[in-house]
């Protein structure tokens, strides 16, 4: 189990590093990939939506629908929406 504290490596264009989770806001699923959003970037990684889910702590992260999973500690503004469903907006966009 992956906690808010541990890190996960991503590769952002040329450069390449550490980032912790608790500063990712959300995953998204993009076909067989999955993409990172945390600060200005929004690199992709070769994990599946699933495999993620199953290994992230689900205190802080939740998943939202079949294409995204969100962390909680940055969820800025929630919102009533279309067909009974909620807007989510995220610290940091």
Excluded at 10 to 31: D, M, P, Q, W
Excluded at 76 to 91: Q, R
Aim: net charge positive; charged share 30%.
């Amino acid at each position: 189990m992956l906690h808010e504290d541990d890190q996960v490596f991503v590769k952002t264009g040329n450069a390449a590093g550490f980032v912790k989770l608790s500063e990712i806001r959300l995953f998204e699923k993009c076909r067989q990939l999955c993409q990172v959003f945390f600060g200005p970037n929004k690199p992709l990684i070769l994990k599946s939506l699933n495999a993620l889910e199953e290994r992230l702590d689900e205190k802080t992260f939740f998943r939202a629908n079949r294409k995204h999973i969100v962390n909680l500690r940055l969820i800025d503004k929630i919102e009533p929406y279309f067909n009974g469903g909620l807007l989510l907006e995220m610290k940091g966009g």
